[in-house]
């Protein structure tokens, strides 16, 4: 049901939302339902499509992050600006309770969209942290848009989905960003955990224990988003400061790194599963498969300052 | 190793254990099966473990290590909880599971498996870091570490040795001491882990989250606010098979003198200078010293033992204890237990913490609850405060929940309480660890903070013995309690007696 964007109206449609779901259901059962709720977290999607998406991640990610979810939907025809609320439930296995979060979609235009700050102000949960996940680029077009910046305590991009014309454009977007936002995420460099995680694991290996600090020359071949390579290849080298970094796009399927110095030659093809080489030798690791909803979740664990992305990210622009 | 940290993401990556093999005693006991092999299986799951990693299972039975790994192989697809069975992932897991028959009473044994240790080394570069994992019958701890001593095991080359012990640490004071002394002639104190599984539930833990981690806490916390202590962990089903093994020991020895010992020294310490692990040690071991030992006219006051009786439950015979298979016809043991302990320190002297435990209880609970005092005046004329209580539930639905009292919509004044609930569940839908799965991984990072030490023991025992020396000579009824209730009246008659009633959790 499409309601007014005054905060006023959202809440009271909420609570009657609330106190309908715990007057039980039709046969006058009433098992109850129990909010959880631990952030606000702000959507912005690119599309009525993406929105759709952005509802499914969100059904996931409420089991580990209750929020209040508003996602701000993108409307082509100007001057629109209309709320609905609704919640999302799940029923935990062999529990007789429900739990449910809240759902506002805001479907905006670009030219009330100065607007939306005002209304995110109003039914923002009070003392609790608010996320803003900006799936793409659409609404980082607007100054107007940039007003949530600051009532937001992190602000999750994915420059995987942005089509910057080259790499230096794309790190001036996110410098530009950076000081505006208190803590910044970016899911191209979350992507990545898994990948680093095995190759910081190699070099616990016998063989290649101590040899971090003989790497001369890392290469990355990407196949995917050079930003991702980028950040890869950041942060290899903050940890091999010696070492010279080239990165290029290849063919094929996956991408590749490759470390070379004296005593070491070790290349990790990072496809499904990961390749490691060394020393003449294959070895394999299967990785859990990533989706949107785990990449989430591994960013909303962390509202605090993540040296490692910033020391990765600042290598990387000065690659 | 240094240089490699410079790789590490801690706040993204998984805690990593270094190369390492396990040796497990008792490697085809019920521990072992139900829960050591698939906490490690877990971690594997998880990528937790290194590459370089072992486990080498030693009991009598005769057995190879194919036939070792089909046996674990089906302990995990049972035991396994919350996760799936990936077969390909068993494959990997199994390729460094190995088994050694033999009696750890003869001295051959040890040989062996310094033998075997070597070859798992060099195929899996362990790096000579061992972990010793006594998962067998309490009367095998000492010559197991004796037998490790003979050979020289207990102390590595280039790597790190440990022992992890289970309880019960010791029947009584007395051997309980023996038993320290006689590790500790082996191996030094810091590589001994005393596991006591209560700790590594998550919901023990964030009792230290919840009080040094909030400012509004702990102002309120002792005596001045706090009237009383209820701690209770209470089991719906009885012996189930164990009676044998449960006779010897009782609720006293089973619950109360480790576990909820320890969870209570958790919910009293003082706030720690660290979260490093002898500092919360300390603190433990420092509340644990402060408990006041009753002399032997206080231990029949002040603890109370009861026995389940026969009953129909859900339309079916359950026996009584004594009725149990492989129990005593005229069994004494504790099948519940409750005690009033008192803690002479500053913060707490004056405030009873009633500790019970029993089997054949109503439902399995397992919680903490803190009354506070009441308002000192009342203002509502005759309408009766009840004190804000604030509970702490372990098992299950994990939370916390603090009752207080509301004004009741509508005309006039009325009173009621209501419920402010944290549920663990609802606001953490993520998979929490098992305890053998934080256990183990903090064996094996070297992180003693949540196993017990020597002195803590010690003084758990201190202050129970007096009791057991008080029941191997009282005159008891047993049973004297009906399964399926929450145990006999003389424990509602202790609390009576301070003017208390324990609550129906």
């Given amino acids: 049901m499409a309601t007014s964007v005054q905060p006023e109206k959202i809440l009271k449609e909420l609570a009657g939302l609330w106190g309908g779901m715990s007057k039980g259901d039709s046969q006058g059962v009433n098992s109850g339902v129990l909010r959880a709720c631990a952030m606000t977290l702000v959507v912005a999607a690119e599309s009525e499509s993406d929105a759709v998406a952005a509802g499914e991640t969100l059904g996931e990610l409420m089991h580990e992050h209750p929020s209040r979810a508003i996602v701000l939907r993108p409307s082509a025809k100007d001057g629109e600006l209309e709320a609905r609320v609704f919640a999302q439930c799940w029923m935990p296995f062999g529990k007789r309770q429900q739990i449910c979060c809240e759902q506002i979609e805001i479907t905006a235009s670009m030219d009330r969209v100065s607007e939306v700050q005002g209304t995110v102000l109003g039914i923002m949960v009070p003392d609790l942290p608010m996320v803003l996940w900006v799936r793409g680029q659409h609404w980082l077009k607007s100054e107007g848009f940039a007003n949530l910046f600051p009532l937001a305590r992190k602000v999750v991009i994915d420059s995987s989905n942005c089509d910057s014309p080259s790499l230096k454009e794309h790190f001036d977007m996110i410098r530009a960003l950076e000081p505006r936002v208190k803590l910044l995420g970016d899911l191209a460099w979350t992507r990545l955990t898994s990948f680093r995680e095995v190759i910081a694991h190699t070099f616990e290996d016998h063989r290649l224990l101590g040899r971090l600090k003989d790497v001369e020359s890392i290469e990355i071949e990407y196949t995917s988003h050079p930003v991702a390579a980028a950040y890869l290849g950041g942060w290899l080298k903050s940890a091999s400061p010696k070492a010279t970094v080239a990165i290029h796009p290849k063919q094929g399927e996956f991408d590749q790194v490759i470390l070379k110095g004296s005593g070491v030659d070790f290349r990790v093809e990072l496809g499904t599963p990961v390749r490691f080489h060394l020393d003449g030798f294959c070895h394999r690791a299967l990785l859990p498969p990533v989706n949107e909803a785990s990449l989430m979740r591994e960013e909303l664990s962390i509202l605090r300052t993540d040296r490692v992305f910033r020391t990765a990210l600042a290598v990387a622009e000065t690659l | ?505």
């Avoid at chain 2, 009383?228 to 020991?249: D, F, K, L, M, W």
């Avoid at chain 2, 799965?437 to 003084?459: C, H, N, P, S, W």
Wanted: aromatic fraction near 12%; charged fraction near 25%.
């Fill in chain 2, 1 to 505: 190793m240094a240089d490699a940290e410079l790789l590490q993401d801690p706040l993204r990556f998984e805690r990593r254990v270094p190369p390492c093999a396990i040796v497990i005693f008792g490697a085809n006991g019920d521990l072992t099966k139900r829960k050591l092999i698939p906490a490690l299986y877990r971690l594997a799951y998880e990528r937790r473990l290194s590459p370089s990693f072992a486990v080498i299972g030693n009991s009598r039975t005769a057995m190879t290590d194919d036939e070792y790994r089909a046996k674990m192989r089906e302990s995990v697809r049972k035991f396994l909880e919350d996760s799936p069975f990936e077969e390909s992932l068993w494959e990997e897991f199994a390729k460094r599971l190995f088994y050694l028959s033999g009696d750890i009473s003869q001295p051959e044994i040890f040989e062996t498996l310094a033998a075997k240790l070597r070859e798992v080394d060099q195929t899996f570069q362990t790096q000579d870091n061992v972990l010793f994992y006594m998962s067998t019958q309490p009367s095998h701890y000492e010559p197991v570490v004796a037998g490790l001593g003979s050979v020289g095991l207990q102390k590595g080359t280039t790597g790190w040795r440990r022992l992890v012990v289970e309880k019960p640490f010791g029947h009584n004071l007395d051997t309980a001491v023996t038993l320290n002394v006689n590790i500790q002639n082996v191996f030094p104190e810091h590589s001994v882990y005393r596991i006591d599984h209560y700790l590594g539930k998550e919901t023990v833990q964030n009792i230290l989250a919840f009080r040094f981690g909030n400012g509004i806490f702990e102002p309120v916390w002792n005596r001045r606010y706090i009237d009383h202590v209820q701690i209770t962990a209470a089991e719906s089903i009885g012996v189930e098979g164990r009676g044998g093994y449960y006779q010897e020991s009782g609720a006293l020895r089973d619950m109360i003198q480790n576990h909820l010992l320890q969870v209570m020294s958790t919910i009293a310490m003082e706030p720690p200078a660290s979260y490093e692990p002898d500092a919360v040690r300390d603190e433990r071991a420092k509340l644990l010293r402060s408990i006041r030992i009753p002399n032997a006219e206080q231990a029949a006051q002040w603890a109370v033992a009861g026995q389940y009786g026969p009953a129909k439950l859900d339309g079916v015979d359950a026996p009584g204890f004594r009725q149990e298979q492989g129990v005593d016809p005229n069994a004494r043991t504790d099948t519940y237990a409750a005690v009033n302990f008192w803690v002479d320190n500053w913060r707490w002297s004056g405030v009873p913490f009633y500790i019970r435990s029993g089997k054949r209880m109503p439902k399995r609970v397992t919680d903490i609850a803190v009354f506070f005092k009441q308002p000192p005046l009342n203002m509502f004329g005759d309408q009766p405060l009840r004190p804000n209580m604030l509970i702490v539930r372990i098992q299950p639905e994990e939370g916390i929940s603090l009752r207080f009292l509301s004004k009741q919509p509508g005309p006039g004044m009325q009173l009621r309480p209501v419920s402010m609930d944290f549920n663990y569940g609802s606001s953490f839908g993520m998979r929490t660890p098992t305890a053998y799965e934080t256990l183990l991984v903090d064996a094996m990072i070297g992180d003693a903070t949540l196993y017990t030490r020597q002195d803590m023991v010690e003084a758990s025992w201190r202050a129970v013995q007096p009791i057991l020396n008080h029941w191997e000579t009282a005159k008891f009824e047993f049973p004297n309690y009906a399964s399926g209730s929450w145990g006999p009246k003389e424990s509602e008659e202790m609390l009576a007696r301070n003017g208390h009633v324990w609550r129906i959790p």
